[in-house]
């Protein structure tokens, strides 16, 4: 098991920028596969941007260009930066791993097939982000 803590959420104009950050508890070395998710009032929790081992990334088509997730192994944390923010973007931001190791040696982590709740059995609590115009 590995326990997940988000920061960095807050309220911003359109435009404006937002870096979240998730530190896990678990040396991310062990974990090939984590993610950013997030929720906006009233909708399904929806994929945002993976990330493995080896630093490969895909994105949701709705973030590309605007958003970059990051890793940094020596302090166990997981960034999402976040710029040109539009109103849409407003979601309780998640992050989540796939503890068992299997969608990154099965060859599924960066793939929008991953991309999916169901995908990642670890959790954080979630960072609130809310963008107004």
């Known amino acids: 098991q590995v326990q997940l803590m988000e920061s960095g959420g807050g309220s911003v104009q359109v435009g404006g920028s937002l870096k979240l950050s998730c530190v896990a508890s678990?040396?991310?070395?062990?974990?090939?596969?984590m993610a950013w998710f997030r929720q906006a009032a009233g909708k399904e929790r929806e994929g945002v941007a993976i990330?493995?081992?080896?630093?490969?990334?895909i994105y949701a088509d709705s973030v590309k260009g605007r958003f970059t997730v990051s890793q940094d192994n020596a302090v166990n944390t997981l960034y999402l930066q976040m710029s040109s923010l539009k109103v849409e973007d407003t979601a309780m931001y998640y992050c989540?791993?796939?503890?068992?190791?299997?969608?990154?040696?099965?060859?599924?982590?960066?793939?929008?097939?991953?991309?999916?709740?169901?995908?990642?059995?670890?959790w954080g609590q979630g960072t609130q982000v809310t963008v107004s115009s």
């Open positions: 990330i493995d081992s080896a630093g490969d990334t």
């Open positions: 989540a791993a796939d503890p068992s190791g299997h969608l990154f040696s099965g060859g599924y982590c960066t793939t929008h097939g991953a991309m999916v709740p169901a995908s990642f059995g670890s």
């Open positions: 678990k040396h991310m070395n062990s974990m090939g596969c």
